[in-house]
């Protein structure tokens, strides 16, 4: 597996979730969000609730951080999650 390859998906993956998280958050900052992946692939959601049973529920992504911050928080915690494979399929 190329580390670098992995760890550059990890983050535009990261910063994509992170991204559209923020516009959401934005509009309605009352409304609690959490850090949603894909056991198996490299995937994140950030909202209310998963897009579908294929999402796990990890932890909060509260409305005081930055978009950044969030970012940073989603590959931190990526490291620990069962996304990541022997086989980086990229």
Not at 13 to 18: C, L, Q, R
Request: proline share 7%.
């Amino acid at each position: 597996m190329d580390s670098i390859t992995l760890q550059a998906r990890l983050r535009s993956a990261a910063d994509a979730a992170s991204i559209d998280w923020f516009r959401r958050q934005c509009a309605d900052a009352s409304v609690a969000m959490r850090l949603y992946y894909k056991p198996g692939e490299i995937a994140f959601w950030i909202g209310p609730e998963p897009l579908n049973e294929d999402w796990v529920e990890d932890i909060p992504i509260t409305s005081h951080m930055t978009r950044t911050k969030a970012a940073q928080r989603i590959v931190e915690r990526a490291q620990s999650l069962p996304i990541l494979r022997e086989r980086d399929p990229a």
